[in-house]
């Protein structure tokens, strides 16, 4: 899945690296946060570290996703005192398989499902790169997914949620995003603990991959240390196709 959802605005370029304003999160953080895209290149030389090493004087949050083979750039941000929190993993398939056909309810969501998501999004993660960050507080974390959940509904991020019911009650849900050349993205999923293990994760997936538009293959990303969600989407055909090192950045408090 991606990050979370990001501000469009302007970049602040720096050569080869660019510091972007997430207004998004900060809203949510209660404090100013930027994103740091690119890759650093030698001939930015002390430039490039000015102006990163003056962004992180400041009080605020910051954070980057870099591939894991781009070194160079990794050793930058950490001289600069960014310090990795995860490692994300993108996975793919063009076929699903082992979804299965009978088991739950799985629907398109409706906007009467809003409220019950929200709460979901809010219970439903660990692993996230927020919530293994100690630095932020877990029920920071929590909002932050419930906030993005919440984003589909107002018609913010997402084509497509999907629900999972049991007992008339709805248990799980799945975000997703149509990307380009027919890439459908998974953005979110979850399901509450006590309703895991009963296939539900893999009915919503399959349910996706039949129903929201006509996907020539299925994206998702998820964290090296889920290792349950690893071996679901192992099990369902998909495969690893890139891994980035995700690095954080706390300024000084106010």
């Known amino acids: 899945m991606s990050d979370q959802p990001s501000d469009v605005s302007v970049p602040h370029s720096v050569r080869g690296l660019s510091i972007v304003p997430d207004a998004w999160l900060a809203t949510i953080m209660n404090r100013d946060v930027h994103r740091i895209t690119?890759?650093?290149?030698?001939?930015?030389?002390?430039?490039?570290?000015?102006?990163?090493?003056?962004?992180?004087?400041?009080?605020?949050?910051?954070?980057?996703?870099?591939?894991?083979?781009?070194?160079?750039?990794?050793?930058?941000?950490?001289?600069?005192?960014?310090?990795?929190?995860?490692?994300?993993?993108?996975?793919?398939?063009?076929?699903?398989?082992?979804?299965?056909?009978?088991?739950?309810?799985?629907?398109?969501?409706?906007?009467?499902?809003?409220?019950?998501?929200?709460?979901?999004?809010?219970?439903?993660?660990?692993?996230?790169?927020?919530?293994?960050?100690?630095?932020?507080?877990?029920?920071?974390?929590?909002?932050?997914?419930?906030?993005?959940?919440?984003?589909f509904f107002s018609r913010q991020r997402g084509d497509y949620m999907v629900v999972a019911e049991h007992d008339g009650r709805v248990v799980g849900f799945l975000q997703l995003i149509a990307a380009a050349e027919q890439v459908l993205m998974i953005d979110l999923v979850a399901v509450l603990p006590d309703f895991r293990g009963l296939g539900l994760a893999a009915a919503m997936i399959g349910f996706a991959s039949m129903t929201c538009g006509h996907p020539r293959m299925v994206r998702v990303g998820t964290q090296s240390a889920n290792l349950p969600s690893l071996a679901l989407y192992y099990k369902l055909g998909f495969q690893v196709v890139s891994s980035s090192h995700i690095f954080h950045h706390h300024g000084p408090s106010r």
């Open 38 to 151: 690119g890759v650093w290149e030698e001939q930015e030389g002390i430039t490039t570290l000015q102006e990163l090493r003056q962004l992180t004087l400041r009080p605020g949050f910051a954070y980057a996703k870099i591939a894991t083979q781009e070194v160079r750039t990794s050793h930058q941000l950490e001289e600069c005192g960014f310090r990795i929190v995860d490692t994300a993993l993108t996975l793919e398939t063009p076929r699903l398989r082992h979804v299965g056909t009978a088991g739950p309810l799985v629907r398109l969501a409706t906007s009467n499902d809003a409220p019950r998501v929200v709460d979901i999004a809010r219970q439903s993660f660990r692993y996230s790169r927020f919530h293994v960050d100690p630095d932020i507080p877990l029920s920071l974390a929590d909002e932050i997914k419930a906030r993005w959940a919440g984003n």
